[in-house]
């Protein structure tokens, strides 16, 4: 054992500084902060709570509390009269009054009001109405000189609701025959009006007269009401005095009184020789 290392030893440990401990007051700053972020957050509070009721209190005061709403009475479907005098004894006053037409309701009927019913008015305030002038008359124009397609127009136009019936007539196609009611006669709108429109005079298919003998086809024709207007006569060995050609052509339609150009065969005759 080196005895000399060992007294060494124990004196470097006689000669070595105590630890120090970290005084007491050194914590005291913390705690002392601790009170100072309240105070800070308290007077905080303080200013936000102040400007609050300076601003609510001072600058921007609230406002006095509405009203109560006053009912307002179903008015709707009642005659003028009436109507105003439920108003009247509810405390409330007739602002304006409209009136359009209406095609079902009748004249002096309330059919609108504003406000509407329910406590929707304030004390003393104006009710708009609207009342019915009843349905809209119109007198139907005359247009018997139009098209069919021209007069549908002018009387849907004129706000009428026009039906149209077509019929064969001698009339041309397209015009109208009859108004009902007659033109001049008064409707409420939308009335409605009947035309009666030409299809043009009746029409029938010219028959198939091919083979038919010509005294044949020429009864067919005037039992149809068809007259012949000529014959071409052409050579032919088989059809001879027969019609084999028609002009319409069959099934052509035509109206009463038409013409038809028949086709006829005729026979070859041989040219006699010369002496």
């Known amino acids: 054992m080196d005895l000399g290392s060992s007294i ?7 000669t070595r500084p105590a630890r120090r401990t970290r005084p007491a007051r050194w914590a005291r700053p913390s705690a002392a902060l601790g009170k100072s972020s309240r105070l800070v957050i308290a ?8 400007g609050y009721l300076v601003a609510t209190r001072l600058l921007f005061p609230p406002g006095a509390p509405p009203p109560s709403l006053q009912d307002v009475p179903d008015v709707a479907g009642r005659v003028v009269g009436p109507a105003l005098a439920l108003l009247e004894d509810s405390g409330l006053t007739v602002a304006r009054v409209d009136s359009v037409h209406h095609p079902v309701i009748a004249a002096g009927t309330v059919i609108g009001q504003s406000p509407l019913p329910g ?13 019915s002038l009843g349905p809209e008359i119109g007198a139907v124009p005359d247009v018997t000189r139009l098209l069919g397609s021209r007069a549908t127009r002018v009387l849907e136009a004129s706000g009428f609701a026009v039906e149209v019936d077509t019929v064969e007539s001698e009339a041309a196609a397209g015009r109208v025959l009859q108004i ?4 001049g006669t008064e409707l409420p709108l939308p009335g409605a009006v009947r035309l009666e429109v030409s299809l043009g005079p009746p ?3 010219i028959p198939d007269l091919s083979g038919m003998w010509i ?6 024709l005037d039992t149809l009401g068809l007259v012949v207007s000529g014959f071409d006569m052409r050579y032919s060995i088989l059809n001879v005095d027969r019609v084999f050609a028609q ?4 099934h052509t339609q035509v109206g009463a009184g038409a013409a038809v150009r028949l086709t006829v065969g005729q026979a070859m005759v041989r040219q006699r020789e010369q002496p």
Not at 119 to 131: D, F, H, M, Q
Not at 247 to 250: E, G, L, S
């Open 247 to 250: 002009h319409p052509v069959p």
């Open 8 to 14: 060494r030893r124990r004196r470097a440990r006689r």
């Open 203 to 205: 029409t029938l298919p």
């Open 215 to 220: 005294e044949e086809a020429i009864a067919v």
């Open 180 to 183: 009902d009611p007659v033109p």
């Open 43 to 50: 007077i905080a509070a303080i200013g936000l709570i102040s």
């Open 119 to 131: 406590p929707t008015a304030l004390p003393g305030a104006g009710v708009r109405i609207t009342l």
